[in-house]
């Protein structure tokens, strides 16, 4: 058994990891309110784009913008993977890294050859130790992502896609549903889907979506047509450009917030699990301190009745 010196010290160790666990999980708390900010001031405009773009197209010629365009073979797809650049998140990362993978190796089975663009430490690290090089890679921003980040990856897809060195781009990232729980979704930016936000994302009724009447249809309601000014090439690239651009940088907003509520997670579970642990060896340095007085005890009393003899 160990000694009491031995006890106090792992006593001191765990107590003062206690401290370290609950600081970053005040850290995380403070800041996934104004993450959770961003994220749901960024909602309503990607929900209005990707609407909006979708009820355009229809109307659309099709020519009229080379991104709308479905390729007849998909050869070479681009994975986006937003993940962290620290760690101490739990499963965080793991999940998103895993899922990705998985997704690659599924497409290169099928024969695409699939680009990886690394967003966070932690992907650019995974890839590189997989001997995946990414196309490209972005640190030190996962906690506060840029609009000029998400505006690099739009303009490096669109390029592609219309040069037709691209056929597809998917985004794997985890999505905050709520302060203490985050979902994995893989979005399909090219080509473009008639999936909404409320659907990829599982948010709850339609009745708050103001464009669902775009989506259902209304037999009563005769179909109408739409004007574009000053041309439909013009006007399908802007919101094509506005598209990309906005789903990108939502994603990376959207993991920002989950990144801090998976931390706040997992540093009050390491707390809780150090609370345990430090009860646990306090009852055993009592039991240990008490044995040591009974036998020191004994031993007095026993010196003591052999004086006596």
């Keep these: 058994m160990p000694n009491l010196h031995d006890i106090e010290r792992r006593i001191n160790s765990v107590?003062?990891?206690?401290q370290i666990t609950r600081t970053m999980e005040m850290v995380?708390?403070?800041k996934i309110r104004r993450a959770t900010e961003r994220v749901n001031d960024a909602l309503p405009w990607a929900m209005a784009v990707s609407d909006m773009l979708i009820n355009a197209a229809k109307h659309a010629p099709m020519d009229s913008e080379p991104l709308l365009q479905v390729h007849d073979e998909v050869k070479r797809a681009l994975v986006v993977v937003v993940t962290s650049d620290r760690g101490l998140a739990g499963g965080f990362n793991s999940n998103v890294l895993r899922h990705a993978e998985k997704l690659i190796r599924e497409k290169e089975r099928q024969g695409v050859e699939v680009e990886v663009v690394a967003c966070g430490k932690k992907a650019l690290g995974y890839f590189s130790y997989r001997n995946i090089k990414p196309v490209m890679e972005f640190q030190g921003l996962s906690a506060d992502p840029t609009y000029e980040?998400?505006?690099q990856i739009s303009a490096y897809l669109a390029e592609g896609y219309r040069e037709g060195t691209l056929d597809e781009a998917i985004i794997v990232y985890n999505h905050a549903k709520n302060a203490a729980e985050q979902r994995l979704v893989e979005q399909q930016?090219?080509?473009?889907?008639?999936?909404?936000?409320?659907?990829?994302l599982g948010l709850k009724p339609k009745e708050e979506d103001v464009f669902?009447?775009?989506r259902e249809k209304d037999d009563t309601i005769p179909p109408?047509?739409?004007d574009f000014e000053p041309d439909a090439e013009s006007v399908m690239r802007y919101l094509m450009q506005a598209y990309l651009r906005n789903a990108f940088y939502f994603a990376l907003?959207?993991?920002a917030a989950g990144e801090q509520g998976a931390r706040r997670n997992a540093m009050k579970s390491a707390t809780d699990n150090a609370n345990?642990?430090?009860?646990t060896l306090t009852r055993v340095y009592n039991r240990v301190r008490q044995g040591a007085i009974t036998t020191e005890i004994t031993e007095i009393v026993g010196g003591a009745a052999a004086l006596e003899e």
């Excluded at 107590?15 to 206690?18: F, R, V």
């Excluded at 345990?276 to 009860?279: A, Q």
């Design 189 to 200: 930016v090219l080509p473009v889907n008639q999936q909404s936000y409320a659907d990829l």
């Design 15 to 18: 107590a003062s990891t206690k």
């Design 276 to 279: 345990e642990m430090v009860s």
């Design 224 to 226: 109408g047509d739409l």
């Design 212 to 214: 669902a009447s775009f």
């Design 253 to 255: 907003l959207d993991s």
């Design 149 to 151: 980040e998400a505006a």
């Design 28 to 30: 995380a708390a403070a």
